[in-house]
């Protein structure tokens, strides 16, 4: 008689998981997505397992591989080969495994119910694959785990800290996506790739004296950084270095957004009337508050410099609608040159005021543009 145990491989209960899967239609809004679980999702055996939020609509919606194709996947295979890592060393899943496509077509965001419908498949994903580190990419990820099993844990709090959880570690991370990178920098996630490096490898696995207590890695002090400061060091999280004119011009064009999106200024500035156009008084002594850690100035042909600096402190402490201003401006303006972006800067509604003024003989130096999440325009209005 032939033995049937063959049937109880890993091989096999994975590709039973995988044709379950494909047959779910719990979502409404998802049961006609591609079910993005396959043999493309990594090594079955591998000790690392990896859970982003969901599927990109450019990237795993397309190609069926998990954080491939787009600027995500791109960012997080480069954070895998800096510590030598292949994709074939490791597992991907996602915590909802359709993607969640908005109705004008851009990627969004998973529901409560989505994802607690797919809890139960990421539950036998994990069982299967029996890795000795979970790491979670993103809070949606990482809240995710708390259906299976709570574990209390906040990102901003966790991040690159093993922690027991179900009888294994769990090794918080922040999403690779581009906009992710404001809350934490690449250069950072580089730096949580190492340290995760350290505690395991995909295929051997954790040292056993290590396996069931978590790693010393002690948080860095967050300092109290002002609302100018935090904006600051997320232009510089997108834009990595620029000029201090291109710095002030774009801090101007964040608040002015934000005054008209939000109904008040995001770095709570006063913005006046220089030579060069709009220029934040306070933005010097920020800066110096900042130098060395979150930001490095220096000099290019004579031309004042500011970049990420080696050693932000905390993470950026900014609301998602703050953020997508500042990620939504800098994807406009960012690449600008200093002409460009003064161009820009001398066509919006409180310099083209401004000027109409100065043709007509008044002297409009060091008159405040913004102010109290005001436009001058309205400043002068609300005076009359």
């Known amino acids: 008689m032939i033995c049937g145990h063959a049937s109880f491989s890993k091989t096999a209960r994975f590709s039973d998981l995988v044709a379950s899967v494909q047959h779910c239609d719990l979502c ?22 990896f859970i982003a939020e969901a599927p990109g609509r450019l ?11 787009d600027r ?35 990627n969004g965001t998973p529901t409560f119910e989505e994802i607690a419908n797919c809890s139960a498949y990421l539950e036998m994903t994990i069982s299967l694959i029996q890795p000795d580190v979970v790491v979670t990419l993103g809070a949606t990820a990482l809240d995710a785990l708390s259906i299976i099993l709570p574990h209390g844990l ?5 991040v690159a800290r093993l922690t027991p959880w179900c009888g294994r ?29 350290k505690a395991v490898h995909p295929e051997s696995g954790m040292p056993r004296k290590t396996r069931d207590r978590p790693a010393k890695h002690p948080l860095l002090p967050s300092p109290a950084l002002s609302s100018l400061q935090h904006a600051v060091r997320a232009l510089l999280e997108l834009g990595g270095r620029m000029t201090y004119f291109k710095l002030t011009k774009l801090l101007y064009l964040v ?39 979150e930001v490095r100035r220096f000099s290019m042909r004579r031309l004042p410099m500011v970049e990420l ?28 040159s200093n002409e460009q972006i003064k161009t820009a800067v ?34 002068v209005g609300e005076t009359e």
């Open 28 to 49: 409404p809004r998802l049961c006609a997505k591609r079910k993005v679980l396959s043999q493309a999702n990594g090594n079955i055996q591998s000790k690392v397992l």
């Open 59 to 69: 990237g795993a919606d397309r190609t069926g591989v998990p954080l491939h194709g």
């Open 72 to 106: 995500s996947g791109d960012n997080f295979e480069a954070l895998l080969g800096n510590v030598g890592w292949r994709r074939n060393q490791v597992f991907i899943t996602n915590a909802v495994l359709c993607n969640p496509q908005d109705e004008d077509g851009t």
């Open 154 to 158: 906040i990102l901003r709090d966790a």
């Open 169 to 197: 570690q769990l090794f918080p991370l922040y999403h690779p996506a581009p906009r992710a990178t404001v809350h934490r920098s690449l250069a950072k996630q580089r730096s949580d790739f190492m340290l995760l490096a």
């Open 255 to 293: 608040d002015l957004a934000a005054i008209e999106r939000l109904g008040r200024m995001v770095a709570g500035e006063v913005y006046l009337r220089q030579v060069d156009g709009p220029w934040p008084p306070r933005l010097n002594q920020a800066l110096k508050e900042m130098d060395g850690f």
């Open 309 to 336: 600096g080696p050693s932000p402190r905390g993470d950026v402490k900014l609301g998602d609608d703050v953020l997508q201003i500042i990620v939504d401006v800098y994807a406009g303006y960012g690449k600008m």
């Open 346 to 379: 001398y066509r919006t509604g409180p310099m083209r005021y401004v000027l109409q003024q100065e043709r007509c003989g008044k002297d409009m130096r060091n008159k405040a543009l913004l102010y109290r999440n005001r436009t001058i325009d309205l400043l």
